[in-house]
């Protein structure tokens, strides 16, 4: 009888605990997708086998799904192929990006009306000149009896005194942004109405941490724009993650609720490389998608390898002077986004793979000393590189202990010295004629012509191209 009396109670006890049920929730993540769709025939295998093993599965987006791949930035409808594709995976929700405004409000109003899954964004203020509408700042849904609570916020940087995120300007007009982590902080309050609260952010990593140090009523940040690898670290009791970009990785987050409370949070980073299954639909939506671009048009021939970004800089620039009849031009390495182009056909994608910016060409009447001013700032010292690539003139730097001591600028094509009394027709992209220190009485001139435009110009007329010999030296004199 005692015994049936002890047992009883043992049933009662385990009843009793049962019904205080364990829930498991995954939220699996990518962040900085920045268009590159080629992989993610594999991302929706991994996500559909995730779904059939588990019960409560969301999928989120970090921000910044454009800007990186021309098959999807220059489709007819910018960005579209990105969020058909994000659409059939099934996004649940995503924080806006900054690179989301890159194509202009009119496409991205498109491509938010499209989108099957909301983003989030609560430290921005739309006006009712804007063309997107007011995004909501956070959600909060109920899965398996689970009150989840996404907060989103977008990166900002001051842009003279205004608080933007990093895209052109005039993109951003009739839209208002506030500091993220400051605008997070005002609603904490969620934490009460939620059992499991999450910052979709799209701020950074540095800022992410400053986010967990200053809100522990967070319990999970999944992160994004700082294209960093975070493989699940705590900071003040909060799990922060990121997935670097270009869907290398699949964050997965495992949360396990004990009644309604979080009891353990996981992270893991899931290499896409690695993965071997891929969704048949979703490969065939995106080998439409190159199949069908204006932009496999093959436009000239390389006669050779373009191996490095000296022969690609020179192709870049001879198209400058060329197109535009200048003397001289200039590009930046950082501005050449591939490291070859390989004997054979060059076509559209290629090129606007190499120069994806649609930065303009503008135009400087430059004296000899002014384009040493330029030359000398752009010489990378502690890489010991010249950064300009140039075309019309071929130029040594020749440095004695780091220090610049000499310049030597040389006509290309007469190999004579550069006259120092004359004054050069000088063109490079908008973005060297904004970011970089020299020395110019001209104001210069912004032509209607993006580089790209010239490339493709040239290339049009040329139809074969080789390789040119390097213009950049560095001297070390001793
Ligand atoms: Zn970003």
């Keep these: 009888m005692k015994k049936l009396f002890y047992l009883l109670l043992i049933l009662a006890f385990a009843g009793c605990t049962s019904s205080n049920r364990e829930t498991q929730i995954i939220i699996l993540s990518t962040n900085d997708m920045h268009a590159k769709i080629d992989d993610y025939a594999k991302v929706a295998s991994y996500v559909d086998k ?17 800007s990186g791949n021309p098959v999807v930035d220059r489709y007819e409808d910018k960005g579209y192929p990105m969020i058909e594709i994000m659409n059939r995976l099934g996004y649940d929700y995503g924080a806006f990006g900054n690179h989301e405004f890159d194509y202009g409000q009119d496409f991205l109003a498109k491509r938010i009306e499209q989108a099957t899954f909301p983003l989030l964004c609560a430290n921005m203020k739309v006006s009712g000149q804007a063309q997107i509408k007011q995004p909501k700042p956070y959600v909060i849904f109920n899965l398996d009896g689970i009150k989840i609570c996404i907060l989103a ?19 951003l007009k009739n839209i208002d942004f506030f500091q993220p ?25 540095d800022e992410d941490v400053i986010l967990a140090q200053q809100m522990p009523e967070l319990d999970i940040i999944i992160g994004g724009h700082s294209h960093t690898r975070v493989n699940g670290m705590i900071e003040n009791g909060v799990l922060i993650s990121q997935t670097e970009c270009d869907l290398k990785y699949i964050g997965k987050t495992t949360v396990t609720l004990k009644d309604k409370k979080v009891t353990d949070k996981k992270f ?28 496999n048009e093959v436009v000239a021939e390389a006669k050779a390898d373009f191996s490095d970004k000296e022969n690609l800089g020179n192709l870049m620039t001879d198209a400058v002077v060329s197109v535009l009849d200048l003397d001289i031009a200039f590009q930046n390495s950082g501005g050449i986004r591939i490291g070859k182009i390989g004997k054979g056909d060059i076509s559209l994608l290629t090129l606007y793979t190499l120069d994806p910016f649609d930065n303009e060409v503008v135009l400087f009447e430059m004296s000899y000393d002014e384009i040493c001013s330029l030359l000398k700032n752009s010489y990378r010292k502690e890489s010991k590189y010249a950064d300009l690539k140039a075309a019309g003139i071929s130029y040594t730097v020749k440095v004695k202990d780091d220090e610049i001591i000499d310049m030597e600028i040389r006509d290309v094509k007469s190999g004579n010295l550069l006259d120092k009394n004359k004054k050069y027709k000088v063109g490079m992209n908008s973005y060297i004629a904004s970011s970089y220190k020299f020395d110019h009485a ?3 001139k912004t032509l209607s012509v993006t580089s790209v435009e010239t490339l493709i110009e040239y290339l049009r007329q040329q139809k074969e191209v080789s390789p040119q010999a390097g213009r950049t030296k560095i001297e070390q004199l001793n």
């Design 50 to 66: 995730v779904r059939s093993e588990n019960k409560n599965v969301m999928l989120l987006s970090g921000g910044d799904m454009f």
């Design 442 to 444: 001209d104001a210069g």
């Design 153 to 171: 916020t977008i990166q900002v940087e001051n842009s003279n005194g205004k608080l933007i995120p990093s895209t052109h300007p005039d993109k």
């Design 268 to 295: 893991e980073l899931i290499d896409v490389s690695t993965l071997q299954d891929e969704n048949t639909e979703i490969k065939a939506l995106i080998n439409k998608y190159y199949e069908e671009t204006p932009l």
């Design 181 to 205: 982590v400051e605008t997070a902080l005002e609603y904490k309050y969620l934490r009460e109405k939620c059992d499991l609260f999450i910052s979709l952010s799209h701020d950074g990593i």
